[in-house]
Nanobody, 114 residues
Framework: QVRLVESGGGLVQPGGSLRLSCVAS????????MDWFRQTPGNQRELVAS????????YYADSVKGRFTIPPNKDAYTVHLQMNNLKPEDTAVYYC???????WGQGTQVTVSS
């Protein structure tokens, strides 16, 4: 059974940092990419960052570029999201996703508020 499990969400003040982690288990081969999405109530899930298989250059959405990073990681089935200088508009449920094969994690809440 394939599982993607996120951790690291929580409440943080504006300007603070959080590090999300996603561990994938049960996959028989490395996915085409490991991705981070986020979703706020009433809105579609938004792609935040993605790291493709065989690439060392992650993709970042313009809204997070310069603040969020996917740190290098030798484990092909683990992906982190380092979030710095967080803003209230970053508040959302963050989901880990694997592409090809497609699986979703259960999501972790990130709340940025003073």
């Amino acid at each position: 059974q394939v599982r993607l499990v996120e951790s690291g969400g929580g409440l943080v003040q504006p300007g603070g940092s959080l590090r999300l982690s996603c561990v994938a288990s049960g996959l028989s081969f490395r996915p085409l990419s490991m991705d981070w999405f986020r979703q706020t109530p009433g809105n579609q899930r938004e792609l935040v960052a993605s790291l493709s298989r065989g690439s060392s250059i992650p993709y970042y959405a313009d809204s997070v570029k310069g603040r969020f990073t996917i740190p290098p990681n030798k484990d092909a089935y683990t992906v982190h999201l380092q979030m710095n200088n967080l803003k209230p508009e970053d508040t959302a449920v963050y989901y880990c996703h694997s592409t090809d094969p497609d699986y979703w994690g259960q999501g972790t809440q990130v709340t940025v508020s003073s």
